[in-house]
């Protein structure tokens, strides 16, 4: 049995960019709204992890400059 090759792993981005080149021709209207409503959400998801990252690195710099002081 031979193993056939594994694909090369994909980078983070590629989901993204794959929903970019999608054709919304194809999509009724309906599924465009829920499409429109997924994408806010996952919008809200990021800025949530953006935001939380930020208060973590201020935290971090914060502690760090506190101790120079």
Do not use: C, N, W
């Amino acid at each position: 049995m031979l193993d056939e090759p594994a694909e090369p792993r994909r980078g983070r981005d590629h989901a993204l960019a794959d929903l970019a080149k999608e054709d919304l021709e194809l999509y009724g209207v309906e599924e465009l709204e829920d499409r429109i409503e997924q994408l806010q959400a996952e919008t809200l998801r990021t800025r949530g992890q953006l935001d939380r990252k930020r208060a973590g690195r201020a935290a971090a710099d914060a502690f760090f400059k506190f101790g120079k002081d």
